[in-house]
């Protein structure tokens, strides 16, 4: 029920942070696959450490080895780019989801694990477009590699568990995608 309910009522939004990103343009190229790797890494580093000091201890499992700004800074470096991004003019910086609570938190996850999903389709679309192998440029997008289906059912099953409030999980949702997309359009 409740991951209905996600898929539903932040369509919109991923609709948008995906439409921010253009990963699968086919106008794309390998200096704009660079900004926007300098975007991703810039929302991701603080994202990834909010949900890393906030994991509730019933989700300190799940959570383990889903750390993935690493591959990030790989992926810039393995194409020679600067870990950062500079664009002219003003940037907010877009303020990072509330994930204080265990429901929240499982809000947050169920958008960056999703990621691992899209990544994959986004994976294969860049070894055909720059002729890419081996994961080099790109290993972000890899996931966990076959492992990838497995570990989302797990997020899967802890956001049907009995007991969540549903509002909260969706709510953490909205904030993580929110932030996710005031982050992306600051910086492309």
């Known amino acids: 029920m409740v991951l209905s309910r996600l898929r539903e009522e932040t369509r919109a939004q991923h609709r948008r942070v995906e439409d921010l990103l253009a990963l699968l343009s086919p106008a794309m190229t390998v200096r704009g696959y660079c900004r926007v790797l300098q975007a991703m890494h810039a929302a991701w580093l603080p994202l990834e450490a909010a949900l890393e000091k906030h994991c ?3 989700y300190a499992d799940l959570w383990r080895g889903r750390q993935r700004a690493h591959r990030l800074e790989a992926d810039l470096a393995a194409l020679g ?11 907010q910086p877009a303020s990072l989801p509330d994930l204080s609570t265990a ?8 958008v960056t694990e999703g990621s691992t999903l899209g990544g994959q389709q986004i994976s294969r679309h860049l070894e055909r477009k720059f002729g890419w192998s081996a994961g080099r440029g790109h290993t972000f997008f890899l996931g966990y590699g076959e492992r990838t289906g497995e570990r989302w059912r797990a997020v899967q099953q802890a956001l049907e568990a009995p007991g969540l409030d549903g509002n909260q999980v969706v709510n953490g949702a909205h904030q993580t995608f929110s932030y996710l997309e ?3 359009a600051g910086r492309l």
């Open 56 to 58: 509730p201890a019933q």
């Open 81 to 91: 780019c600067d870990r950062d991004a500079s664009r002219p003019g003003p940037f």
């Open 103 to 110: 429901a929240a938190w499982l809000g947050a996850l169920y």
């Open 182 to 184: 005031v982050s992306f």
